[in-house]
């Protein structure tokens, strides 16, 4: 079932789980999220970057939706750090139920204008929007950016910046960044930002850069109170570590020997997120209350 943001972490708030947001490039690790997702019977949020929509290529997303659509677990094709009204608008076209709009890097004025004008033009079809203050670091290994030194999203610029632009859910940067750490970089989650925030705002908060952190911090931020957790590399990764292994030690071509023990190796790693992330089994909730499909409303 394709449902929006707000519909899918409405019931992790109340039943105080997140869901995984995985990021989907291709059609292997499509069926990696999706596979992973129906055989624990958990939710998840297929997350593509404007990068990786120029990659698939817009056609791609017919049979995403239509894969989504049709399975037993819910799902949200989520634009992740969307930059413009542009690639927002193209993610609607492709079917996609909400987005995100990155106005970090923007003075806090310009952040607050662009992403209210998303919001306008999202909500009136049902879209959902995802805003971001402060901003996350980046680890120097990933294509979706971030700054080199994170800057902690302020408590009482979170309020302030959801009553002004609508947003239906805020990342907020609490000390994680993009990519997987290098040895000498320990990452540290500042709990005590997050409870701040979360004291003051309603709406779900979003962890980005969930990667190579320590299970006991994520564990510990979903308790307080984030509701979706954004991963790339951490199971991209365990997908190459056994393609390189097969590639240098066979001399197979067809993708149809090469990929499934690929395929395999990245659900695992999705399977241990969705435990630590509390989401196994959760996809009976929205069964049992009879979440409906969502479709793009009539302007
Ligand atoms: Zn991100």
New binding site residues.
Partial sequence: MLINMNQMLEIAKEEKFAVGAFNVADSNFLRVVIEAAEENDAPAIIAVHPTELDFTKDEFFQYAVSRAKNSSVPFVIHM??GDNLGSIMRAIHCGFSSVMIDGSLLPFEENIAITKEVVEVCHKIGVSVEGELGT?GNTGTTI?GGVSEVIYTKPEDAEEFIEKTGIDTLAVAIGTA?GIYPKNIKPQLRMDVLEDIKSRVDIPLVL??GSANPDEEIARAVQIGIQKV?ISSDYKYAFYKKCREILSTTELWDANAIYPECIDAAKAVVKQKMELFNSIGQAKVYRDKNVQPWRQEQA
């Fill in positions: 992740d750090h996350i979706e993009h980005h850069g954004n």
